[in-house]
T-cell receptor, first 114, second 112 residues
Framework: GAVVSQHPSWVICKSGTSVKIECRSL??????MFWYRQFPKQSLMLMAT?????????EQGVEKDKFLINHASLTLSTLTVTSAHPEDSSFYIC??????????FGSGTQLSVL | SQQGEEDPQALSIQEGENATMNCSYK?????LQWYRQNSGRGLVHLIL?????REKHSGRLRVTLDTSKKSSSLLITASRAADTASYFC????????????FGKGITLSVRP
C-alpha cells in the first residue's frame, strides 16, 4: 500500500524558534496533502489542505503566518511552525490522498515547545 | 467542525468478544471511512464504505452504513489484544475539494 513518511517523529525546541516538519509520499504522487493537529485523547483537527504548486487552504482559525505550508513537489509537503510557543505543543500529523478517496497518514510529529 | 460522533467513547472487552462501535454524522456524504490509531502514532485506514453501499466486510471487520439515519457501525469480531487502539470514523462529502472530517474517536481496550 501507499506509504507516507513524516519526520521528525518528535522535536523539542525553545520558545521563539521555528520548527519544520516534512511529509513525503514515498511510492505515489500526492497532489493534495493535509495537515492535522491532535491534542491528547482528542480527534484530529484539520489545519490546512496543501496543494502542489499552489497556496495552501487554511481552516478557519488557523494562522497562515504561524503555520507555513509549502508543497513544492508531488511527493513533499512541509509545515513550518514559526516562532513557536508552548501553546503550539501538540501532535501534528500529515496525510496524503491516494486514489482520490483514501488517506494515508504519516506517523506524526510530537512537538514540545519549552 | 466535528462531523462524526462516535459512541461509546470508550469500550473495554475481553479477548475473543466482538466489539461494536457506532458513528453518527450530520450532512450528506460521498463515503465514510474508519481509521485506527495506536497511541502516539498516525492513523491507519481500515475500510471505506460508499453512500450507495449498506455493508462491507474486510477480514474481521464489518461496516454498515445507514444513510437514512446518518449512522455507521464498525464491528470487530473475535477481538484480540492487538486490536487495542483508538478508532475514528471520518466522513467525506465528496467534490473536487473534499476533505475528511473526523469524529472524536473511540478508545477500545481488549483484555487478554
Amino acid at each position: 500500500g501507499a506509504v507516507v513518511s513524516q519526520h521528525p517523529s518528535w522535536v523539542i525546541c525553545k520558545s521563539g524558534t521555528s520548527v519544520k516538519i516534512e511529509c513525503r509520499s514515498l511510492d505515489f504522487q500526492a497532489t493534495t496533502m493535509f495537515w492535522y493537529r491532535q491534542f491528547p485523547k482528542q480527534s484530529l483537527m484539520l489545519m490546512a489542505t496543501s496543494n502542489e504548486g499552489s497556496k495552501a487552504t487554511y481552516e478557519q482559525g488557523v494562522e497562515k503566518d504561524k503555520f507555513l505550508i509549502n508543497h513544492a513537489s508531488l511527493t513533499l509537503s512541509t509545515l513550518t511552525v514559526t516562532s513557536a510557543h508552548p501553546e503550539d505543543s501538540s501532535f501534528y500529523i500529515c496525510s496524503a490522498r491516494y486514489l482520490w478517496e483514501k488517506l494515508f497518514f504519516g506517523s506524526g510529529t510530537q512537538l514540545s515547545v519549552l | 467542525s466535528q462531523q462524526g460522533e462516535e459512541d461509546p467513547q470508550a469500550l473495554s472487552i475481553q479477548e475473543g468478544e466482538n466489539a461494536t462501535m457506532n458513528c453518527s454524522y450530520k450532512t450528506s456524504i460521498n463515503n465514510l471511512q474508519w481509521y485506527r490509531q495506536n497511541s502516539g502514532r498516525g492513523l491507519v485506514h481500515l475500510i471505506l464504505i460508499r453512500s450507495n453501499e449498506r455493508e462491507k466486510h474486510s477480514g474481521r471487520l464489518r461496516v454498515t452504513l445507514d444513510t437514512s439515519k446518518k449512522s455507521s457501525s464498525l464491528l470487530i469480531t473475535a477481538s484480540r489484544a492487538a486490536d487495542t487502539a483508538s478508532y475514528f470514523c471520518a466522513t467525506d462529502e465528496g467534490g473536487a475539494n473534499s476533505k475528511l472530517t473526523f469524529g472524536k474517536g473511540i478508545t477500545l481496550s481488549v483484555r487478554p
